[in-house]
């Protein structure tokens, strides 16, 4: 236990009455890719929410390299090392691709935002503010190092993508492909250098080759010791990229194991294949916007 990178126990949420996240409890060690899957509904959002402070749990706790997290909100969680995606992709459509990139890293500078820890304070939350303006107009020694370490930081993630991302580096996310958007959000997270990144469904609404190429750089992360909680519904995907696979259904885990064991075990073949066989196609597939 005391290997664990993230250790979740006895994790609950509910929602008037529903149990959307039931006692669920796993844990991922340092540089291990571990999925989530499990049909709609089955709380696997839920939890990657729980996780990353985009929402409180009722009852359990989550501890990331040994300092508990459940109860700070998502910003504390982001410097703590968990940056994530989201199932729908969320880009600021009219900031570049760099821009984009370079937003996630603000919560993580220091000498440009003088103060922060004030801001927490109601009445004294103006004071970071001015100390952040004063900094952007004058400049000081150490905003202007993180400036450079800023830049350099945008350029590698680019860079991670470079044949898509490169050559639109300065467009608008608004005019990008709905894949391109989708790499900018990962480029995102991953400026953040974070211990562990979070993926909810990164395919969702890709087509196969776009897939593939998904597939190729989560495992070039996972060579890189990148460990990644991720939420995926394509299960071709998930057998090749994790070491350890998370069945879950109605808020609780149904089943965990190493991918070829989970695939073969009646109660996920149930639960999630046979199901997802009627229907033939994503009920709720990642919308555009
Ligand atoms: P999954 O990601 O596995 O498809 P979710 O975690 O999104 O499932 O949802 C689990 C259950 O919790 C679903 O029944 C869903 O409708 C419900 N749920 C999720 N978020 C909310 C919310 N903010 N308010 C009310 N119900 C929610
Ligand atoms: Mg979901």
Known sequence: MSESLLQVTGLERHFDGLKAVDGVSFSVAPGEVVSIIGPNGSGKTTTLNLVTGTIRPHAGTITLEGTRIEKADSARIAEHGIARTFQNG???????????????????LRASRPFRGLSNIFLLRWIPLLGELFVAIVGTPGSRREEKQVASAVDAEIHRFEARLGPRRDDPAYSLSYANRRRTEIARAMALRPRLLVLDEPTAGMNQSETTEVLEQLLDLKAEGQAILLVEHKLDLVMRVSDRVIVMDGGRIIAEGAPEAVRQNPAVIEAYIGRRREPARDPNPGAPE
């Not at 969320?90 to 993580?108: C, K, M, P, Q, Y």
């Open 90 to 108: 969320r880009v600021f459509a009219t900031l570049s691709v760099a821009d984009n990139i370079e937003v996630g890293l603000h919560s993580t």
